[in-house]
Structure formats: C-alpha cells, structure tokens
C-alpha cells in the first residue's frame, strides 16, 4: 500500500522568503505524485502533479516541485512567498489501476506567513 | 456552474443519531468519493465509486455507507454516529484518468456529542 510522510507538521516563513516543503512517499512502482493546498474553511485544490517526464514540474501561484526517485521524495518549493500563500499544503501519492482510485494524502504542513 | 456542492455544511448529531451528508456534482464525472479530515491525519478516504452503481472501501470506512445511483449525487450514511466521527467530511470527484485532478466541494463539518 502507498504511504505518504510529510515531516514538517507546521513552517513559519518571512513574506518573500523562499519555502520548501517536504514529501516522502511509498509506493513500489511508479507513483503518481500531487501537491494540493487548502485554505481556511475551504477545499483543496491542485497546485501540480507528477506522473511522468521531466522531474522538474511547474504548477499554478508559482509553485514547482522536483520528483527524486532515488530519495523517494516530491518537495514543493516558490522562491519568494506572498501572504496570500499562508495555508494547509498537502503531498497525496496515487497510482495506475485499482491503487490510483485511492489517493493517500500525507497529514498536511500549515504554512504561517510573517510580514 | 456549481462543481462539487456538499450539504449540509454543519450539522451536530448525538451519539446514536443518523444522518446523510449529500454530494452532488454537475461536471459529468464518473469517479467521487467521500474523504475525512481530522488534525494531522491529512485526508483518508472512505469510499468511493466509479460510476453509478459501482462503490467500494477505502482507507476507513467503519461506520459509513455509500450508494450511487445517478452519476450526480454519491451520499455519505452515517447509521449511528459516534463521537470518533466528529470531522470535516469532503467529498470529492474525478474526470478521467489516474492523473486527474480532484474536485472538492467546501466540506461538511459534523460533531457528534
């Protein structure tokens, strides 16, 4: 079964600092990887998402993450954050077939922006 | 166009009360599926489905039942709700595809006392 570990449960970063944010997931074979974020008292939604290509995948509000096979991790990254980016971010690992109908998410990184 | 509409949005039931939380959707997808959050589990999912007449388990699901009988609506039953169900249920759908995007409606926030 796919696993998803995020180690860093909350991140309090400067406006206009660079964020990373980390993910490692499980998964025996090629997984499906997604980042998606949530704000208060809201859904998620997709930031981006792996499932094959170049490593190096770019998503919406200036968002990018890198897929390390060899460290088996998906870490998110902007270079300069805005207020506006304080939120829950979520890592979910999918896949093909039966396990891809079961996206597992990791427990979540609240990100706290410091004017 | 609504997307992914969920009620109720808060509702408090007691220990043994049963409830259905509605999801509907107006997207034409096949797959939605019913998720918890709980503080620092992220999301788990509770069942799902794949078009209508067709569900199945997720990670938890004790304590819940699911039909789906038009490819619109998919909702979640609680028979009898127990405390450890208090949460923020989202229910969420798919177009085509593993690598689809979710869909998630605004989620219904339920305690049970």
């Known amino acids: 079964a796919q696993s998803v570990t995020q180690p860093d449960i909350h991140i309090t970063v400067s406006e206009g600092a660079s964020l990373e944010l980390r993910c490692n997931y499980s998964y025996g074979a090629t997984p499906y990887l997604f980042w998606y974020v949530q704000s208060p008292g809201q859904g998620l939604q997709l930031l981006l998402k792996?499932?094959?290509?170049?490593?190096l995948v770019q998503g919406i509000k200036g968002f990018e993450a890198e897929f390390k096979r060899s460290q088996s991790s998906f870490n998110l990254r902007k270079p300069s954050v805005h207020w506006s980016d304080a939120a829950e971010y979520f890592c979910a690992v999918g896949a093909q077939g039966a396990a891809g109908n079961k996206l597992t998410f990791g427990g979540g990184t609240r990100v706290l922006v410091k004017p | 166009n609504a997307g992914v509409t969920q009620t109720p949005k808060f509702q408090v039931l007691k220990t043994g009360q049963s409830m259905t939380l509605q999801c509907a959707q107006d997207m034409n997808h096949e797959y939605m599926s019913w998720y918890r959050q709980d503080p620092g589990m992220g999301l788990r999912l509770i069942h799902y489905?794949?078009?209508?007449?067709?569900?199945d388990q997720g990670e938890v699901p004790n304590g819940y039942n699911v039909s789906r009988s038009t490819t619109e609506d998919f909702p979640l039953r609680l028979l009898s709700a127990a405390p450890s169900q208090t949460s923020v249920y989202f229910c969420?759908?798919?177009?085509?595809?593993?690598?689809?995007?979710?869909?998630f409606g605004e989620g219904s926030r339920l305690t049970v006392l």
């Open positions: 792996y499932f094959s290509g170049d490593t």
């Open positions: 969420a759908t798919r177009g085509q595809g593993y690598t689809g995007e979710l869909f």
């Open positions: 489905s794949v078009g209508a007449g067709i569900t």
